[in-house]
Structure formats: structure tokens, C-alpha cells
């Protein structure tokens, strides 16, 4: 094999182990406690449980990896103590009140409270990781996943406030199409929050219609200010080739 193409492979073996290195990092994120990737995957199978369960006990599954979801947030987030302390005051009040459903019936006043508890739970959280994140002096890896992670409470606070509109509010929250499930909810939070805009569901009168105005708003400049800066800004560490390639001897 010449000189050239022995270069060749051995950058392509450099750069296979380098995307393996990547690849092992962040699945290592995914199970570590102080990692936003744990907090990342705690998010998405919140959000897959409650679209996949339609049980009576649904809310109660759910609010429990919410539960999860907050508290690893504000852990890896470092809050103040103060928050921390707020937030979980609120979610055992939260969490005593959804067994009550559970256990006793369906109480509309108390599926209402549990409801507003994620709203301000996924309020907190986000405004934690943006200040945490923020006086990081370094854009990494952690940086990202924190700014994603941020990006999706925002869409599940949405969610819940639209839930919760549809249980308090006497009309429909979406009109002819009905108060809507969570899983409906969802759905229309997260493509308001892209502004995609099906058209499919759609509030039926205010305050809902002013929510929905809000996320789209919220979820592009969102988009544009903080992701797309991460995006712009994040070099991760790796050699140069010409780095790791060792010098030549001069020929004699």
C-alpha cells in the first residue's frame, strides 16, 4: 500500500473511533444522574406514555415520571434550594391528590390541580436549565441536550395548560372536536410550538387561542435565540487529523 492511501485509512479509522467516542458519551448522558441526557429520555417517555395510555390510572402514570422528569431537572440544573423546596411541596400535594383519584373516583376539581401543578412544574423547569446552561462557560455536549431538553418542557407545559383549560372550562376547548385528551393536547402543543399548524384541532375561543399564539411565539424565538446560538457556537473536541498524525521523518 502506498503512503497516501495508508494516510487515507488511518484517518478513516481516526475518524470511525472518534463518531464511536461521541456515540459512547452520550449514551453514557442518557443513564447519568447528573446529566441532561437522563433528563431528555425521562421527557420522552412522559411524552410516550401519555399518548399510549387511556386508562382511568393514566394521569396518575404520567404525573410520576413527570415527578421524576422535574425533580432530575432541577437536580442537574443546580436550582436554588428555595425552588427545589417549592417544587417539591408541589409535587407531593400533586402526587396525594392523583392516588386519591386513583383509589377513591375521578374528581374533576382534583384532575384540575394536578393538571395545574405540571403547568407550573414545566414552567420551573426550563427557566432552571436556561439560567444553568446560560453561566456555563463552555458550549458542550451538556450544553445541547440541556437547550433540547428546555425546548420540550416548554411544549408539555403548553400541553398541560390546555388540558387543564379543557377540564376548569365550561365549553369545549376545542369546540366541536371537544374538550380533548391529553394525547390531543400534546399533538397540538407540539405542532404550535413548530408552528406546523394542521388546522385539525384548533381552539375554540380565548383564553386558548391567545395560549396557542403564545407558544408559537415563545417556540421560534426559542428556536432562533438559544438552540440556534448553541447550534452556531458548539465546536466539540476532537484532534485535526494533522494533529494525530504522527511526524515524518525528515529523509536522510
Not at 449514551?27 to 447519568?32: D, E, F, T
Not at 382511568?56 to 428555595?82: E, G
Not at 391567545?210 to 447550534?231: D, M, N, P, W, Y
Not at 494533522?242 to 536522510?252: A, L, S, Y
Amino acid at each position: 500500500m502506498d503512503p497516501k492511501s495508508e494516510r487515507s485509512a488511518d484517518d478513516g479509522t481516526r475518524e470511525r473511533e472518534h463518531a464511536g467516542r461521541i456515540g459512547r458519551r452520550l449514551a453514557r448522558s442518557l443513564v447519568s444522574a447528573n446529566s441532561y441526557g437522563l433528563v431528555l429520555l425521562l421527557i420522552v417517555v412522559t411524552y410516550v406514555l401519555t399518548v399510549s395510555l387511556h386508562h382511568t390510572w393514566a394521569p396518575s402514570v404520567v404525573l410520576a415520571f413527570q415527578i421524576a422528569t422535574v425533580w432530575f431537572t432541577l437536580r442537574t440544573s443546580r436550582a436554588r434550594r428555595s425552588v427545589r423546596l417549592a417544587a417539591d411541596a408541589l409535587l407531593v400535594v400533586a402526587g396525594v391528590i392523583a392516588a386519591a383519584n386513583v383509589l377513591l373516583s375521578d374528581s374533576t376539581g382534583g384532575t384540575g390541580f394536578v393538571f395545574a401543578a405540571g403547568c407550573v412544574l414545566y414552567l420551573i423547569a426550563p427557566f432552571s436549565i436556561v439560567r444553568h446552561i446560560g453561566l456555563r462557560s463552555q458550549v458542550d455536549q451538556e450544553t445541547m441536550l440541556g437547550a433540547i431538553a428546555a425546548y420540550l418542557m416548554i411544549g408539555m407545559f403548553f400541553a398541560f395548560a390546555y388540558h387543564f383549560l379543557g377540564v376548569v372550562q365550561a365549553e369545549p376547548f376545542f369546540g366541536a372536536q371537544g374538550h380533548g385528551t391529553l394525547s390531543q393536547d400534546l399533538f397540538f402543543s407540539f405542532i404550535t410550538l413548530t408552528t406546523t399548524g394542521y388546522g385539525n384541532l384548533v381552539p375554540a375561543a380565548n383564553p386558548g387561542q391567545s395560549l396557542a399564539v403564545l407558544e408559537a411565539v415563545t417556540g421560534q424565538l426559542f428556536l432562533i435565540t438559544a438552540v440556534g446560538k448553541i447550534v452556531t457556537t458548539w465546536k466539540p473536541k476532537r484532534l485535526s487529523v494533522d494533529e494525530t498524525r504522527p511526524p515524518v521523518e525528515p529523509p536522510e
